[in-house]
């Protein structure tokens, strides 16, 4: 889990079996790519009101940004198997488009 804004990132959780180093050389670019989300030209691309988060879903993890407005936001990973449903909806979905 880790928490950023616009001019810092802290890691406030980290499982002990990743190695903090090669995740921590990677923050930036994956930041690079969560941080518009948290402006609000993000919001109004979608008329649903406000943006919760974002899931997306990875061979070997679930990203979750909670963006709070302002390049502020709180990013959880967590392991496939702690979203279940969620990879059983999608893979079915994606068995559906295959086809």
Same mark, same amino acid.
């Given at each position: 889990? $880790?928490?950023?804004? +616009?001019?810092?990132?802290?890691? &406030?959780?980290?499982?002990?079996?990743?190695? @903090? /180093? #090669?995740? $921590?050389?990677?923050? +930036?670019?994956?930041?690079?790519? &969560?941080?518009?989300?948290?402006?609000?030209? @993000? /919001? #109004?691309?979608?008329?649903?009101?406000?943006?919760?988060?974002?899931?997306?879903?990875?061979?070997?993890?679930?990203?979750?940004?909670?963006?709070?407005?302002?390049?502020?936001?709180?990013?959880?990973?967590?392991?496939?198997?702690?979203?279940?449903?969620?990879?059983?909806?999608?893979?079915?979905?994606?068995?559906?488009?295959?086809?």
């Amino acid at each position: 889990m $880790l928490q950023y804004d +616009d001019d810092e990132n802290d890691v &406030l959780y980290l499982r002990e079996d990743l190695r @903090e /180093e #090669r995740l $921590l050389s990677e923050i +930036d670019r994956m930041l690079a790519r &969560l941080k518009p989300e948290s402006l609000a030209a @993000e /919001e #109004r691309s979608f008329p649903f009101g406000e943006l919760y988060v974002t899931v997306r879903r990875f061979e070997s993890a679930i990203i979750m940004h909670f963006p709070m407005g302002k390049q502020r936001g709180i990013v959880v990973s967590l392991e496939p198997d702690a979203a279940r449903n969620l990879n059983r909806f999608t893979s079915e979905c994606i068995q559906q488009i295959d086809n």
